[in-house]
């Protein structure tokens, strides 16, 4: 659904928008904005960054975003890249970002903030106020639906139905091969990343305990994105795709076995 070059070509057009060509690394990290790559490579290659005791470099080329959590989080832009030829691509400064997150509708802005909180590990944080305007607001388009103890709520490699929010219970979600690296509980949500990259799903996820969950299904999602500006879309499509390159570098290591089925016994 999101077009990443069609909706940068729509970015790189507007005002607040601007091409660099940058020889030096350093220049990376002069400036509070995210920079999208049209043409180059960037390397990274350090352990630490990215929370596991994999050694790696990681590229990342055209179609790719960097420093783009970080500016959106206020961080500090402490990944060091490193640059062989010269590198172009699109800059936008991080207070033009953020304003265009904080306007966006409620549960896009919450989809982000909740992916910026993921990709770098930390728990996801109570959001009362996103509690509350969620089931008012979707008060008569979500369904239902009771999970038991160890059942599937989705597989790897079905199509997504839509996102879902936990009212009552948790849930963990496994890697295809089952390692469990992730519990989500009450007012936490999960399953939008298929919705966003227009894939199946690449997680299994469980019910940790009886459940309550409340479905937002796929086209209500679709039709909250579609509604936003080509730079929200941008950044919703940049931060998925840097959420799983976490997942993998995280959990691609993981080895599991799938929770036994109490019916089956």
Do not use: W
């Not at 990443?4 to 350093?26: F, G």
């Not at 959590?69 to 961080?75: D, G, V």
């Not at 966006?104 to 944080?125: C, G, H, M, P």
């Amino acid at each position: 659904m999101l077009e990443k070059n069609l909706l940068l070509a729509e970015v790189t057009k507007s005002n607040y928008a601007e091409v660099r060509l940058i020889s030096d690394a350093s220049d990376l990290q002069t400036r509070d904005a995210a920079l999208f790559i049209t043409k180059g490579v960037a390397l990274l290659r350090d352990h630490s960054v990215f929370d596991t005791t994999i050694h790696s470099t990681q590229s990342f080329s055209a179609g790719d975003s960097i420093y783009l959590a970080a500016t959106l989080s206020k961080r500090p832009l402490d990944r060091n890249y490193t640059i062989h030829e010269p590198l172009e691509v699109v800059s936008v400064d991080g207070s033009v970002l953020r304003k265009a997150v904080m306007n966006a509708s409620f549960l896009v802005n919450e989809i982000i903030r909740n992916s910026v909180t993921r990709i770098y590990a930390n728990k996801q944080r109570a959001n009362p106020v996103f509690e509350d305007r969620f089931l008012l607001h979707y008060k008569d388009s979500f369904k239902k639906s009771s999970v038991r103890k160890d059942q599937p709520i989705f597989l790897v490699g079905e199509p997504p139905k839509g996102l879902y929010f936990i009212a009552k219970g948790s849930v963990f979600l496994t890697t295809e091969d089952h390692a469990k690296f992730a519990v989500l509980y009450e007012t936490d949500f999960f399953g939008e990343g298929s919705i966003i990259t227009s894939t199946n799903r690449s997680k299994n996820v469980y019910a940790m305990e009886d459940c309550s969950l409340l479905l937002l299904e796929k086209q209500l999602v679709l039709d909250e994105i579609r509604s936003e500006i080509p730079l929200v879309k941008l950044v919703l499509s940049h931060i998925f795709n840097l959420l799983e390159l976490m997942n993998q570098l995280r959990f691609s290591h993981l080895e599991g076995v799938a929770p036994e089925d109490d019916d089956e016994i």
